[in-house]
């Protein structure tokens, strides 16, 4: 039997004692914007792609991630609703495009030959 894990994100201390221990870079840039020096937005600059939408699903745990969350106060549940959104839309664009490519290729054979 295959467990799922917890879709859960962390507690806001559990992040802030991650970072301190192993990215105080991280965590100083995040205290800047707690204290208003920067943009809320500017989290986003500590993701690995600096965008939330090539961000892992909720059951991997991820500090850098979940802050980002907590900072701009998004929801959990909204966040697995536009990530699932995002994966059918990728997946059917991709269909799309091989189906087109298909299409294209039958039609120039279907013209040489003529």
């Keep these: ?10 507690d806001i201390e559990e992040i802030r004692e ?10 100083k840039f995040y205290i800047e914007i707690l204290e208003g020096k920067r943009k809320k937005e500017e989290i986003l600059k500590i993701l690995c792609f600096q965008n939330l939408a090539y961000c892992c699903a909720l059951q991997k745990p991820c500090p850098y991630r979940d802050l980002a969350l907590i900072t701009l106060n998004i929801d959990p549940e909204l966040y697995k609703k536009v990530k699932d959104n995002l994966k059918t839309f990728f997946c059917d664009t991709l269909s799309l ?5 298909l299409l294209e290729f039958f039609l120039l054979t279907k013209k040489k030959k003529s």
């Design 97 to 101: 495009i091989k189906l087109n490519s």
């Design 1 to 10: 039997m295959v467990r799922k894990k917890k879709e859960r994100i962390m």
């Design 18 to 27: 991650i970072l301190k221990k192993e990215d105080p870079q991280t965590f």
